[in-house]
């Protein structure tokens, strides 16, 4: 992506100033808080405290405090391994934390399994896209839709109870469809579309569930330029109609263009945050991105070592366990 | 050699109580496998449940013949649920491990000797069907069918509640497939987690499709019991089980019907090729230094087991399913 072709912090704070007032409302309140890990937002839609997350004797997550202002597109930013991911499976109830307490909206969600989290407002993507691949990009979106009378098993078999509100609910998908560019594709199966694609239609199901919060687990990661442009574009629309979004992203031009707010995670805690181009300034930052020494050139065995590292953190992190509902643990 | 005998065979075999019974247990199979992705690899104990739950209550406790089936049913939901609380929060081949391990576990109970007074070890039990056979409707003064196709009262009785029970069983499972709840359940067998962050509760309904398909099985084994007019425990091993899997994957997975033809067509190539090796024999075309009357039955499993590896390699979506749902996969 060219950072020429997005506009600038200024240009973009201005225009959604006219285009949405709770916007500018959430960016006055952030223009008053305070650049510190862990700092207090007028209006936290998220809120969590000292939460902690062991894998044996490493430490993925030991976040102190953490706030999410609502109406504002959050980025939560940090080298491989520093446990984002990790930070979203717990925040969202795909894995346990060993303690901590975290509320959204005011009520307690810590401890939900993730489908009452999802029920509750807050809904999220993953990192490795999971599109639904033999189910039509249509049954993808109407799946998304909560509170459907014909997901209950007895009204199931009865189609009279159901009928109305399935054309509701389907009414409501193609209208999402369209705006992601997906209508075409509709009675397609969900496997053939392309990669970019089927971030779309994750982005476009997670909608289906109206929720006030959606997390973004890097949305923009395997997408071509042209099409990163349009997520983008996307993103930002979820917030000028009333959401709040947060998303794990490592392209730092994307962050410095869309987020209203940058959350720096290093070694699993909260480092820094801020807007995003103060932050990516701080010195923390740059040390946590970088390693301390990074102005001394590096010799070609230490960038050797260096990359290993990155790889293996990597694969750590793709391999993190998601726990599922109940306990129990799946993926390897 | 006889053609239009062994013609006949195998169309009996097509209707017959093999097919029914395996056509109910490879559709509660396929609720299970097919559409919620759980791998189930004990439904031979479904079918076990609703065998013995009929025969126990009527031959050793004297029940009413209605007792003895809603009994039946009623095992085999507590089995599916007692199954699934364990294995169904963890990884699919948990599941498979359990179920293979607990479809033992009855078989070897039933069949054993401290238990012989209940459950009749493994000579089984019998006399328990009096109170179905009071219930047919056809005089048993001459034979049912079309032609030399045709079947005695009591058979044609069994036969005829039984495709009943098929017909039921796949209406219920075309309208369930075809609900929203359908669609969550194939999105479960696609990738759990995506269904649990879209808000739906997958525990959930992977236990009542648990329950569903044990509860179809189960109607297999009544009509295993009430055709055979007996229950022995080693019908009720492994062997059911894959069989039925072999149903499924012959007629096609994810199909309404695929489970209902896949046993229609297994039972009808293992009666052919076995009356037809049986003619053979008997009257010389294979010589008895290749082969034996005895021998008929292993080979007639080897021949019909060549004709599904051929399926697989030429045809791995079963004969009604979706090569290009197949082709899915392989992203």
């Known amino acids: 992506m060219t950072p020429?072709?997005?506009?600038t912090p200024a240009e973009s704070a201005a225009e959604h100033r006219v285009r949405s007032d709770p916007h500018a409302v959430a960016m006055d309140a952030l223009s008053g808080t305070a650049a510190e890990p862990g700092s207090a937002k007028p209006d936290p839609i998220l809120v969590a405290d000292s939460v902690v997350r062991q894998f044996g004797g490493l430490t993925a997550v030991n976040v102190a405090h953490l706030e999410v202002q609502r109406n504002s597109i959050t980025a939560l930013i940090g080298p491989n391994g520093a446990g984002k991911t990790t930070l979203?499976?717990?925040?969202?109830?795909?894995?346990?934390?060993?303690?901590?307490?975290?509320?959204?909206?005011?009520?307690?969600i810590s401890g939900m399994p993730p489908h009452r989290v999802a029920r509750a407002g807050m809904v999220r993507t993953f990192q490795l896209t999971k599109a639904l691949a033999k189910l039509t990009v249509l049954d993808n979106m109407r799946l998304g839709a909560g509170g459907q009378r014909g997901e209950s098993l007895w009204a199931a078999m009865a189609r009279p109870l159901w009928r109305r509100q399935e054309d509701a609910i389907t009414a409501r998908a193609m209208v999402l469809l369209d705006r992601f560019n997906l209508a075409k594709v509709a009675h397609d199966h969900a496997g053939t579309l392309s990669g970019g694609q089927r971030k779309l239609l994750e982005m476009a199901r997670a909608l289906m569930t109206s929720p006030r919060l959606v997390m973004l687990d890097e949305p923009m990661a395997g997408v071509n330029p042209a099409l990163a442009q349009s997520l983008l574009d996307h993103v930002r629309a979820l917030r000028d109609e009333g959401m709040t979004v947060m998303f794990v992203e490592h392209d730092m031009d994307v962050v410095r263009h869309i987020a209203d707010w940058a959350i720096v995670m290093a070694a699993g805690s909260i480092?820094?945050?801020?807007?995003p181009a103060a932050?990516?300034?701080?010195?923390?930052?740059?040390?946590?991105?970088?390693?301390?020494?990074?102005?001394?050139?590096?010799?070609l065995e230490e960038e050797e070592q260096r990359l290993a590292e990155a790889e293996v953190s990597m694969v750590a992190e793709a391999e993190a366990p998601?726990?599922?509902?109940?306990?129990g643990t799946s993926g390897s | 050699m006889d053609w239009g005998s062994i013609l006949t065979n195998s169309l009996e075999a097509t209707v017959g109580i093999d097919a029914v019974y395996f056509a109910l247990a490879a559709i509660g199979l396929n609720v299970h496998f097919g559409y919620a992705g759980l791998l189930n690899f004990g439904q031979s104990a479904f079918l076990a449940m609703g065998a013995y739950g009929l025969a126990v209550s009527v031959a050793t406790y004297g029940l009413p013949f209605w007792a003895g089936i809603a009994i039946g049913l009623g095992?085999?939901?507590?089995?599916?649920?007692?199954l699934g609380i364990p294995t169904l929060r963890l990884r699919a081949d948990y599941l498979a491990i359990v179920t293979i391990a607990a479809a033992e576990i009855i078989r070897l109970i039933a069949r054993s000797v401290a238990l012989e007074d209940k459950f009749g070890g493994t000579d089984g039990l019998q006399q328990f069907s009096a109170g179905f056979y009071k219930m047919n409707p056809y005089p048993d003064t001459h034979r049912y069918g079309i032609g030399t196709v045709d079947f005695d009262a009591r058979e044609f009785w069994v036969i005829t509640v039984g495709w009943v029970l098929v017909t039921l069983s796949c209406l219920v499972v075309w309208l369930l497939m075809r609900s929203p709840w359908g669609r969550v359940l194939k999105a479960i067998r696609e990738d759990e987690d995506a269904v649990r962050s879209l808000g739906k509760n997958v525990y959930a309904y992977k236990m009542q499709a648990l329950v569903i398909g044990g509860v179809i099985g189960s109607l297999g084994g009544f009509v295993a019991a009430l055709g055979k007019g007996s229950v022995q425990p080693d019908l009720y091993g492994t062997e059911t089980t894959f069989l039925a899997?072999?149903?499924?994957?012959?007629?096609g997975a994810a199909r309404v019907l695929g489970p209902v033809v896949g046993a229609m067509i297994l039972w009808t190539l293992l009666a052919f090729t076995d009356s037809a090796l049986r003619q053979a024999v008997g009257t010389g075309h294979i010589p008895t230094s290749v082969l034996?009357?005895?021998q008929v039955g292993e080979v007639r499993f080897m021949l019909v087991g060549l004709g599904l590896v051929l399926l697989v390699v030429f045809r791995p979506q079963g004969i009604f399913g979706d090569k290009k749902e197949i082709a899915l996969d392989a992203r």
């Open chain 2, 75 to 82: 095992l085999s939901v507590a089995l599916a649920i007692l």
């Open chain 2, 245 to 251: 899997y072999v149903v499924l994957i012959l007629g």
């Open chain 2, 292 to 294: 034996q009357s005895t």
């Open chain 1, 4 to 7: 020429d072709d997005l506009p």
């Open chain 1, 88 to 108: 979203f499976n717990l925040l969202t109830g795909f894995d346990r934390a060993e303690a901590g307490a975290w509320t959204f909206e005011r009520r307690v």
């Open chain 1, 322 to 327: 998601l726990v599922t509902e109940e306990g």
């Open chain 1, 279 to 299: 932050v990516m300034a701080d010195e923390r930052v740059i040390d946590a991105y970088l390693g301390a020494h990074h102005d001394a050139p590096l010799s």
């Open chain 1, 271 to 275: 480092v820094a945050e801020g807007p």
